[in-house]
């Protein structure tokens, strides 16, 4: 079997980005990616908006021609997927890791296909992929969506939009634009800061006017399947005619695949332990890039800050001996 360099866990723009830092430097790797090529950008809405600009989602120095200032999710596949097939990336796709093993002086990883062994590995998987959930009854219903991708199912049904960040807003936006009556259930007093700054307006005119109707200080208690219950900020509960529950409600990394590959976890955010100088875990040769470094913080890293990573991980790999591992874990 074929001793790889590196082997990198998730084919998004940062597991891109540690591969072309890889080619670079003509290291032997290989990317194991879950579904496509950027697989959560193309599950992202259909008529998204990045809130970086094209030039700060750029990998491997190679520019990102957008025709707007803030380039949208099917540019970004464009860009992403193109650079994958000009540069002939190394990619498996529609291949899922199972499970990372440790032995001495290398690792196995094991996958839905095949077995690997290579001499580190990093792991750059995001976040997308396991909703937050609310934890309530009815969440299990058919009319429950964690994921939105565009509007038109929702027109002129009644909408419960569950939260106040970029997603909900969006959402309760393109829906209500669409013909659905939308109410957001928010649980804290105002829509989020971090809101991207040309929506923000849109969404408190359109609240403050009575076109979309708000409950802040509010909790979804339980769904039904014609109506759904929540608490208000009287701590009253309360019933409203419901046909579709959109739980925007935020994504979690795989906290059970990092803590099965010997990573620690810390705190009540579970942020994966890391050295930031290198992105190195507590085990040796295994490193994190991208957004999965936040725990569930995840506003804490994004494309256009771990870019970086790359370069910095690739950089500690080349300074080190290949190969030379120790049997306890680097604290």
């Known amino acids: 079997m074929e001793m790889l360099d590196i082997l990198i866990i998730g084919g998004g723009p940062i597991g891109l980005n540690c591969a072309l830092e890889a ?37 491997g120095e190679i520019p990102f021609i957008s025709a707007a200032t803030k380039p949208g999710r099917q540019e970004a596949l464009e860009y992403y997927q193109g650079i994958t097939r000009q540069k002939n990336l190394n990619i498996r796709l529609y291949e899922k ?19 690997y062994q290579a001499k580190n590995v990093i792991i750059a998987t995001g976040f997308y992929d396991i909703p937050n959930l609310m934890g309530i009854p009815g969440e299990e219903l058919p009319k429950v969506k964690h994921y939105y991708t565009e509007p ?23 829906t209500y634009r669409k013909g659905a009556e ?40 339980e769904i039904k399947e014609h109506s759904v219950v929540f608490r208000d900020e009287s701590g009253t509960l309360r019933e ?27 705190g009540d955010c579970l942020n994966p332990f890391y050295h930031p100088e290198t992105m190195e875990t507590n085990v040796k040769n295994l490193y ?24 910095m991980i690739v950089n500690h790999i080349l300074s080190t001996s290949k190969g030379s591992f120790t049997n306890e874990p680097k604290m």
């Not at 430097?25 to 992202?44: A, D, Q, R």
């Not at 290398?106 to 095949?114: G, L, N």
């Not at 049904?157 to 909900?168: C, D, E, L, P, T």
């Open 23 to 59: 080619r670079k430097h003509h290291l032997n790797y290989l990317i194991i990616e879950k579904g496509t090529i950027v697989n959560s950008l193309y599950h992202y809405p259909l008529y998204m908006k990045f809130f970086s600009t094209a030039e700060k989602l750029e990998i």
């Open 97 to 115: 890791v199972l499970n990372v093993i440790r032995h001495e002086g290398y690792f196995e990883i094991r996958t839905t296909k095949a077995s």
């Open 152 to 174: 038109y199912p929702y027109a002129q049904q009644k909408i419960a939009v569950v939260g106040s960040s970029n997603s909900a807003v969006d959402a309760a936006l393109e």
């Open 182 to 221: 939308v109410t957001m259930i928010i649980r804290h007093a105002e829509i989020s800061p971090t809101v991207k700054y040309w929506v923000k307006p849109d969404i408190e005119n359109r609240i403050a006017e009575g076109s979309i109707k708000a409950h802040y200080h509010s909790v979804l208690t």
């Open 240 to 266: 409203i005619d419901n046909d579709f529950v959109l739980a925007m409600t935020g994504y979690l990394p795989d906290f059970d695949f990092l803590k099965n590959s010997g990573i620690e976890l810390q």
């Open 288 to 311: 994190l890039a991208g957004v999965v470094c936040g725990g569930k913080d995840t506003h804490l890293w994004f494309i256009e800050n771990s870019r970086i990573h790359a370069e």
